[in-house]
């Protein structure tokens, strides 16, 4: 296949990239490497392809890009591309979080229309539900963002639908439960609390400890990705299958580690949803889908990944 990734330099769409590449399949690669968090993070994510025969990177933004020419010889879409951050979604910021995750995901599905490609898989959130009474969450709940971010995300999901019913474009919208593993981003909360572990330096947790979520490793993220492709369009949960306290996780991460975390708890954040919880039910019937890495294992590999 002829496959775009968009967001290829971050942590998802990087390792996204680089199975593609392992399968043989040709990848254009779009990133404008947002100031988000440093550039050489990416940089350093992009290492083991950027080289790749198989590789062509396109240093833009999307909404200053030729869509229709880039899209032309383009199979499938894969749109990771967005905004990251529920805390630093208020205020003024929120128009980075229109521009770059609802204007560019309108601007890649009006290119699509023209154009013969077989599937744009949308990645999406579970931001998107807010705080739901029910758990787990089924994607025929209601969507009730708490945060500006879930809201940006939302909108772009309900573009997603609005173009497969209007004009026929495939599109499918995977809403990611917390992802994790090596390459995370540096502002997320696994990877400031390993860190934080391996410096012994304090934690800093927001809220009591007591907020659950629905952990999701990366390769069971990616390989959700590769099932989308000969999936029906729709909206699908993307989860680890737990539902694991905050302060549960850290004493794994204390196991996992041998070191004893310095906690320090602080005021709960605006934006951020108290639990997550997927039911994934859709998604192992539509797509086949099974996650495959406990949270233990996990948080195995990131810590191994951090401390090499």
């Not at 758990?135 to 573009?159: C, I, W």
């Not at 990616?222 to 850290?250: M, R």
Request: charge should be negative; hydrophobic fraction near 35%.
């Amino acid at each position: 296949m002829n496959v775009l990734v968009t967001g290829c330099a971050g942590f998802i769409g990087s390792h996204l990239c680089e199975r593609l590449l392992s399968e043989g399949h040709d990848v254009v690669g779009v990133d404008c490497f947002t100031d988000y968090y440093k550039r050489e993070l990416k940089e350093e994510n992009m290492s083991g392809f950027r080289e790749h025969p198989g590789f062509n990177l396109i240093e833009e933004d999307l909404l200053k890009t030729d869509l229709p020419t880039l899209l032309a010889d383009i199979d499938i879409v894969f749109h990771q591309a967005a905004q990251a951050g529920v805390r630093h979604s208020w205020g003024s910021s929120f128009q980075e979080y229109t521009r770059n995750n609802i204007q560019a995901t309108q601007k890649l599905l009006e290119a699509a229309k023209e154009t013969k490609i077989k599937k744009i898989i949308y990645a999406s959130s579970s931001s998107v539900y807010g705080d739901c009474p029910d758990l787990p969450m089924r994607e025929d709940s209601l969507p009730k963002p708490v945060s500006p971010y879930g809201v940006s995300k939302l909108a772009a999901e309900h573009l997603c639908s609005l173009y497969n019913v209007n004009y026929g474009v495939p599109t499918i919208s995977l809403r990611y439960f917390t992802v994790y593993g090596p390459r995370q981003r540096p502002d997320m909360a696994f990877h400031r609390f390993l860190k934080a572990l391996k410096e012994d330096k304090v934690i800093e947790v927001y809220g009591d400890g007591n907020q659950t979520r629905d952990y999701t490793f990366i390769s069971d993220i990616i390989e959700a990705n590769l099932l989308a492709v000969k999936s029906p369009p729709g909206v699908y949960n993307i989860g680890g299958g737990s539902n694991v306290a905050l302060n549960e996780v850290l004493d794994l991460m204390e196991e996992l580690s041998g070191r004893e975390p310095r906690v320090d708890y602080v005021g709960v954040q605006k934006g951020d949803m108290h639990d997550t919880f997927a039911d994934t039910g859709r998604a192992g019937r539509n797509l086949g889908y099974r996650p495959k890495t406990n949270l233990k294992t996990g948080l195995k590999l990131m810590w191994d990944w951090m401390n090499r």
